[in-house]
Every structure is written in C-alpha cells, then in structure tokens.
Nanobody
Framework: QVQLVESGGGLVQAGGSLRLSCAAS????????MGWFRQAPGKEREFVAA????????YYADSVKGRFTISRDNAKNTLYLQMNSLKPEDTAVYYC?????????????????WGQGTQVTVSS
C-alpha cells in the first residue's frame, strides 16, 4: 500500500522558514515526478512546486519562486520543500503528491498518490 506522509508544518512568523518532508512508502518514487500543492481556507488547492523523476529539474509557481526549494532524497524515498521568507499568504495545508509519470506536472490530475497534508501557519 502506497503512503505519503508529510511532516514539518507548524506556526512561524512572517519572514521565517520551515522545511516540509514527505516520506513515501509502499513503492519507490525515484523515477517518479513529485510535487507539492497547498490549499488555503476557502480556496481551491493550488500547485506550489514540482520535481522531475529523471534529471531532477524543478518548477515553481510564480508566488513561491525564489523563496521555496523542492528537492528529493531518492535513497530515503523522501521529498522536501524548503520554505524561506514566509508570508501570511503562504498559510495553507500543504500536500505532497507523486505521479506514475516521470516528467514534472502542475495539474492535480497528473498525480496518482497524495498525502494527508500538513498545516503551515504564518503569522504577521
């Protein structure tokens, strides 16, 4: 059974940093595209960042570009999201996702597996 488990969320002041982790089990995702999405209260889930399964190229939403960094440790089957210079508008539940494909994807429908989410709250 495939599982994605996020951790690392919490409460942080504006300008601070958090590092999210997503531990995968049940299959190896070393060649799979993976991504992060977020959903703020009253809003739809949106794309944050993605990383290719082969070559590890990355792609970011404009709202987080230059502040967030997505990375992966294939030996640990773990995905990360380093978030710096956090803003109150980054407050959301953050979800990791994995695809059976190897390209990077920005659409939710391109991902096959999802975690339960971790709450990130940025205070002003």
């Amino acid at each position: 059974q495939v599982q994605l488990v996020e951790s690392g969320g919490g409460l942080v002041q504006a300008g601070g940093s958090l590092r999210l982790s997503c531990a995968a089990s049940g299959r190896t995702f070393s060649r799979s595209a993976m991504g992060w999405f977020r959903q703020a209260p009253g809003k739809e889930r949106e794309f944050v960042a993605a990383i290719r399964g082969i070559g590890a190229s990355t792609y970011y939403a404009d709202s987080v570009k230059g502040r967030f960094t997505i990375s992966r440790d294939n030996a640990k089957n773990t995905l990360y999201l380093q978030m710096n210079s956090l803003k109150p508008e980054d407050t959301a539940v953050y979800y990791c996702a994995a695809s059976r494909g190897s390209y990077y994807y920005t659409g939710q429908g391109d991902y096959d597996y999802w975690g339960q989410g971790t709450q990130v709250t940025v205070s002003s």
